[in-house]
């Protein structure tokens, strides 16, 4: 299948920094992707949805202002959660898509996720 | 919320035995998906089921599908240490979007 990274894996920071998550595809051009967040034990739920040289689209209840996207190209996407606090701490998943005209359906190819710590 | 409900929450089972998890969801579905996640890890895609299917099979995985009841199952079979992991169900409402909606997962755990 395709792969999917994300970087960093891990980053802890301090409270009031900004830090960025970036999601890249390597070996497909993703039309889409996706931010997800996802809470100990507990489900994945969609933050935005992203599409090159467009301006993402948040969740209801997402702070667009808080969780800036760009998706600067068809392999890079980055999240950077601006003047972080410890509520932002979480496990952050990006995943990328192919697009369904391929096969059909909604492919999606998931990075193995970022653990932030804000102290 | 639109979150799909997954049962059971956790399920502990010995090695060789079937493990079987069910997930429920709210809209009407394009196809419904299976992802594993091992802990702390990202999501691998284990089976889709389309809406017009009733069953499918992958290994030792078996997936159904009842639309009227809004609902699937995975069975995995002869199950192995190595399966410890969660599930979460995915689907897909339209094809006017290319969002998931997960389920709320189920943690397995397989006992050498």
């Known amino acids: 299948g395709a792969v999917v990274s994300q970087h960093p894996s891990r980053v802890i920071c301090k409270s009031g920094t900004s830090v960025k998550i970036e999601c890249r595809s390597l070996d497909f051009q993703a039309t889409t992707m996706f931010w997800y967040r996802q809470f100990p034990k507990q489900s994945l739920m969609l933050m935005a949805t992203?599409?090159?040289?467009?301006?993402?689209?948040?969740e209801q209840g997402v702070e667009k202002d808080k969780f800036l996207i760009n998706h600067a190209s068809l392999t890079l996407s980055t999240l950077t959660v601006t003047s972080a606090h410890p509520e932002d701490s979480s496990f952050y998943i990006c995943?990328?898509?192919?697009?369904?005209?391929?096969?059909?359906?909604?492919?999606?190819?998931f990075g193995p996720g970022t653990r932030l710590t804000v102290l | 919320s639109q979150q799909g409900e997954e049962d059971p929450q956790a399920l502990s089972i010995q090695e060789g035995e079937n493990a079987t998890m069910n997930c429920s969801y709210k809209t009407s579905i394009n196809n419904l998906q299976w992802y594993r996640q091992n802990s702390g890890r990202g999501l691998v895609h284990l089976i889709l089921i389309r809406s017009n299917e009733r069953e499918k099979h992958s290994g030792r995985l078996r997936v159904t599908l009842d639309t009227s009841k809004k609902s699937s199952s995975l069975l995995i079979t002869a199950s192995r240490a190595a399966d410890t992991a969660s599930y979460f169900c995915?689907?897909?409402?339209?094809?006017?979007?290319?969002?998931?909606?997960f389920g709320t997962g189920t943690r397995l755990q397989v006992f050498p």
């Open positions: 995915a689907t897909d409402r339209s094809y006017n979007t290319d969002k998931l909606i």
């Open positions: 992203s599409n090159e040289g467009s301006k993402a689209t948040y």
């Open positions: 995943s990328a898509g192919t697009g369904r005209a391929l096969v059909g359906y909604n492919e999606q190819f």
